[in-house]
């Protein structure tokens, strides 16, 4: 799977999370093994550092950063953690399922469209009768949260005659 260049703020727990998931796919740490041999290429290390950043860089690719003023001047993308899982976990959607994909170069997702199958490496999904579009990405279309009014008046701490529900 082909990786965007991006950066990502991180807790130490997301970052153990991410640098695993990146290795999975075949990435290592940036000049690792080449110029310090404490580490293997694929050892989860510098879980605390606030930042990581992928960038392709030969056969290295993930690096991090402990200075935000040149994590935030970095012209590269900024994905959340959760936007990563969505980008890059090995979920596939069911054929006919409606899901919000992307290309790529702008990691913007369209709101709905339905999948249709693959082709090879990419999602077939169509937004129109007729009309199909391949994507790189794919994931599930982010589900609403729904309370009764039971629900409703405990969690605001109001009665029930308080509030109307439409």
């Known amino acids: ?3 965007s260049p991006f950066k990502m703020r991180v807790t ?6 991410v640098q695993k998931r990146l290795f999975e796919l075949g990435y290592d740490w940036c000049g690792r093994a080449s110029r310090n041999h404490q580490h293997p290429d694929r050892t989860v290390i510098h ?3 606030p930042y990581l950043i992928f960038e392709e860089f030969g056969d290295y690719n993930i690096s ?12 590269k993308s900024e994905l959340t953690f959760q936007e990563f899982l ?11 399922e409606m899901v919000q994909a992307c290309d790529r170069s ?3 997702f369209y709101d709905e469209v339905q999948f249709i199958g693959m082709d090879e490496d ?3 999904c169509n937004d129109e009768p007729l009309e ?3 994507f790189e990405y794919c994931r599930p279309i982010p589900k609403k949260p729904t309370l009764t009014h039971a629900e409703i008046c405990e969690k605001f701490g109001v009665d029930d005659f308080e509030i109307e529900v439409k």
């Open 1 to 3: 799977m082909k990786i």
């Open 12 to 17: 130490p727990e997301q970052s153990e999370i």
């Open 47 to 49: 879980i605390d550092e």
């Open 64 to 75: 991090y950063d402990d200075d935000n003023v040149s994590f935030i001047a970095s012209e």
């Open 86 to 96: 969505d980008l890059y976990s090995p979920w596939v959607p069911k054929q006919g």
């Open 106 to 108: 702008s990691f913007k």
């Open 122 to 124: 990419l999602f077939v």
């Open 132 to 134: 199909y579009i391949t």
